[in-house]
């Protein structure tokens, strides 16, 4: 079976770009999360959907966004791109409340 | 912000020889996990442990849970050079509809031939 796939695999955008990250989750899970993963840290959440609904938001401006598809597929926007938003962004599926796995990410770059 | 810490930072061992790392959270947790990170690529999952389980195994791992002291530990035996990359425990709280991990900051091991 596949696991979570990401794309792009790598951006490199400039500040005050729009960004549109896209993720697969496994077949079967409806649950997908998104983290930021900033250089020597661990990864912070920030949002979790599931059947198409919002369920969690972690401590994110309103510059970030996500949506999640009848597919299960979602997309993470960050508007307004800052150097700070540099960082590795993962996604992660789950059966609701089970083990989440987590795709390669997407390594973000802001100029 | 991060639940909690990893313990020891980095830490540096030779093929053969058992790694142990710590992990210490500040809430109460459902379960905890623990992902290995190679390179600033994905995580990959190694295992789960439930917050009315002790102790569990998988393969060269073990994974211990003490709920009073909130800490865990994992250990490594036997380890190899591959097993080099950054490992992170991770508290899971479905408080209201959320299913959200809470990471610690990662222990970095590396594992000479």
Same mark, same amino acid.
């Given at each position: 079976?596949?696991?979570?796939?990401?794309?792009?695999?790598?951006?490199?955008?400039?500040?005050?770009?729009?960004?549109?990250?896209?993720?697969?989750?496994?077949?079967?899970?409806?649950?997908?999360?998104?983290?930021?993963?900033?250089?020597?840290?661990?990864?912070?959440?920030?949002?979790? @959907?599931?059947?198409?609904?919002?369920?969690?938001?972690?401590?994110?401006?309103?510059?970030?966004?996500?949506?999640?598809?009848?597919? @299960?597929?979602?997309?993470?926007?960050?508007?307004?791109?800052?150097?700070?938003?540099?960082?590795? @962004?993962?996604?992660?599926?789950?059966?609701?409340?089970?083990?989440? @796995?987590?795709?390669?990410?997407?390594?973000?770059?802001?100029? | 912000?991060?639940?909690?810490?990893?313990?020891?930072?980095?830490?540096?061992?030779?093929?053969?020889?058992?790694?142990?790392?710590? #992990?210490?959270?500040?809430?109460?947790?459902?379960?905890?996990?623990?992902?290995?990170?190679?390179?600033? $690529?994905?995580?990959?999952?190694?295992?789960?442990? $439930?917050?009315?389980?002790?102790?569990?195994?998988?393969? $060269?791992?073990?994974?211990?849970?003490?709920?009073?002291?909130?800490?865990?530990?994992?250990?490594?035996?036997?380890?190899?050079?591959?097993?080099?990359?950054?490992?992170? #425990?991770?508290?899971?709280?479905?408080?209201?509809?959320?299913?959200?991990?809470?990471?610690?900051?990662?222990?970095?091991?590396?594992?000479?031939?």
């Amino acid at each position: 079976d596949a696991g979570v796939t990401q794309s792009p695999t790598h951006l490199i955008k400039t500040r005050g770009q729009h960004v549109t990250l896209r993720c697969s989750p496994i077949s079967g899970h409806k649950s997908v999360s998104w983290y930021q993963q900033v250089l020597g840290q661990g990864p912070q959440f920030i949002f979790q @959907y599931y059947e198409k609904e919002e369920r969690g938001r972690g401590n994110f401006p309103d510059r970030f966004s996500a949506r999640q598809f009848p597919n @299960y597929s979602s997309e993470l926007n960050v508007n307004a791109l800052l150097l700070g938003d540099s960082a590795l @962004y993962l996604c992660a599926s789950s059966a609701l409340g089970d083990t989440q @796995y987590f795709g390669p990410g997407t390594r973000l770059t802001v100029l | 912000s991060q639940q909690g810490e990893e313990d020891p930072q980095a830490l540096s061992i030779q093929e053969g020889e058992n790694a142990t790392m710590n #992990c210490s959270y500040k809430t109460s947790i459902n379960n905890l996990q623990w992902y290995r990170q190679n390179s600033g $690529r994905g995580l990959v999952h190694l295992i789960l442990i $439930r917050s009315n389980e002790r102790e569990k195994h998988s393969g $060269r791992l073990r994974v211990t849970l003490d709920t009073s002291k909130k800490s865990s530990s994992l250990l490594i035996t036997a380890s190899r050079a591959a097993d080099t990359a950054s490992y992170f #425990c991770a508290t899971a709280d479905y408080g209201g509809a959320t299913n959200k991990l809470i990471f610690g900051t990662g222990t970095l091991l590396a594992v000479q031939p």
